[in-house]
């Protein structure tokens, strides 16, 4: 199982960034995704989760009305669509499965939302 995020990088208050996860090594339409984030110092924080068809998505209260997570079952690729990003939302965000009961992470990309 691999899971490769990219789409980060530096971004003004109010801002717009998405973040994709390409997977590979597993049969991505059967399984539920997550993104996580983890700010400096902080514990790593639940993002968002898609069911694997892509018809439930749940939502950490901090970014609901602002995030949205989708995925493409043909590219194996989940995205997070980050909109009106604030200085908080800055941290590394990592995608994540479970697979066959154990769980798998990408490497993640950090996101940092300055003026």
């Known amino acids: 199982v691999q899971l490769v995020e990219s789409g980060g990088g530096s971004v003004q208050p109010g801002g717009s960034l998405r973040l994709s996860c390409a997977a590979s090594?597993?049969?991505?339409?059967?399984?539920?995704m997550s993104w996580y984030r983890q700010a400096p110092g902080k514990e790593r924080e639940l993002v968002a989760t898609?069911?694997?068809?892509?018809?439930?998505?749940n939502y950490a209260d901090s970014v609901k009305g602002r995030f949205t997570i989708s995925r493409d079952n043909a590219k194996n690729t989940v995205y997070l669509q980050m909109n009106s990003l604030k200085p908080e939302d800055t941290a590394v965000y990592y995608c994540?499965?479970?697979?066959?009961?154990?769980?798998?992470w990408g490497q993640g990309t950090q996101v940092t939302v300055s003026s």
């Open positions: 994540k499965t479970n697979w066959r009961a154990k769980a798998y």
């Open positions: 090594g597993f049969t991505f339409s059967r399984y539920s």
């Open positions: 898609i069911s694997s068809a892509g018809g439930t998505t």
